[in-house]
């Protein structure tokens, strides 16, 4: 299914179906503030073997992030942070940023890699964040199984002639950008900087 989503005012009936969807074990592809996202619900197994399974990857070993809301879901889902490591998130976030942290004991255990880290993402993105606040937890997210994001995967009916037989629902939310978040590990003395992406480190550190 192809559902359109409009950026700023999310219709309340197509985020419940979305909402409905992702409680039942759905999987769905959906609009961030950088590219569209491949994800599931956090707390359903089989969805995120399914997601696993279209990526042909090893859950342990895959780089899946949190999507939340906002930072309240933090102490959640990931280890106490220092006061400077907060200030960080809370600069940066909603924004297009990713930040590894230590995974506190309430990631599923089909998430959790050898590391023990989760990567947080609070996009700056209506659509995806109307989602995670009505579903009442974070998305697993992740790319769309492809190589390389080239210009036709801006285009959810594209992306949807591609993968809607893989996934239940794509969520058509207006074009998508080509370029990734920034990942920041701060699970070390000092935040670094592990891939950069379309935001400034220098702008939150």
Do not use: W
Request: glycine share 8%; aromatic share 8%.
């Amino acid at each position: 299914m192809l559902l359109q989503v409009h950026p700023d005012n999310p219709n309340a009936r197509n985020i419940k179906t979305i909402v409905e969807c992702l409680q039942d074990g759905g999987i769905i592809i959906y609009p961030t503030d950088t590219v569209y996202g491949l994800g599931c619900d956090i707390t359903q197994p089989k969805a995120i073997e399914r997601i696993a399974r279209i990526k042909h990857i090893d859950p342990k070993k895959a780089n899946f992030s949190f999507i939340c809301y906002d930072l309240s879901h933090l102490s959640d889902y990931a280890k106490s942070v220092d006061t400077p490591v907060f200030r960080m998130l809370k600069k940066a976030l909603p924004g297009p940023y990713t930040f590894i942290l230590p995974a506190s004991r309430q990631v599923p255990r089909l998430l959790k890699t050898k590391k023990d880290t989760v990567g947080i993402r609070v996009p700056n993105n209506n659509i995806c964040r109307t989602i995670v606040k009505e579903l009442g937890n974070p998305i697993m997210s992740t790319t769309l199984p492809i190589e390389h994001y080239v210009e036709e995967y801006t285009d959810p009916e594209i992306i949807y002639e591609k993968f809607g037989k893989q996934v239940d629902i794509v969520v058509d939310g207006g074009p998508g950008g080509m370029a990734f978040s920034t990942v920041i590990d701060c699970t070390g003395p000092v935040p670094e900087l592990v891939r950069e992406g379309i935001g400034s480190f220098e702008a939150i550190s």
